[in-house]
């Protein structure tokens, strides 16, 4: 057990400096692009690289997904503030979200069907 608390406390860690380079270096190079989307591209190329092997990343991984609706409480909690702003204006930010999200959903399909059908080849 405390072996586990450690080791997911530590990949957290790991994570969390992953991110805070990406903000470092975004805020140092004056980059157009959020802090934490350079530190997934981080993240992503020390993976791909190799540089950092799955396994040092993966309990703390896995332990923010398994509690990553706790992290939408304050979100949830800070919209009530906002109540009237959601009775004027819910449908249409409803009907936006909608929309937003089935358009990425297909995106994402066109470009697994793409990137599938060319490795396929």
């Known amino acids: 057990m405390t072996k586990t608390t450690f080791n997911i406390a530590w990949q957290v860690l790991l994570l969390w400096l992953v991110f805070r380079l990406g903000t470092f270096l975004v805020a140092l ?19 791909a690289s190799g540089a950092v092997k799955p396994s040092l990343v993966e309990e703390g991984g896995g332990f923010l997904l398994k509690h990553f609706a706790f992290f939408f409480i304050p979100i949830s909690v800070g919209l009530m503030t906002f109540g009237d702003l959601m009775r004027q204006s819910g449908a249409a930010l409803l009907f936006v979200l909608t929309v937003s999200a ?9 470009s697994v069907k793409l990137l599938q059908g060319s490795s396929s080849r």
């Open 102 to 110: 089935l358009v990425g959903v297909a995106a994402t399909g066109i």
């Open 29 to 47: 190079l004056h980059l157009s692009l959020p802090g934490n989307v350079a530190g997934m591209l981080i993240m992503f190329a020390l993976l």
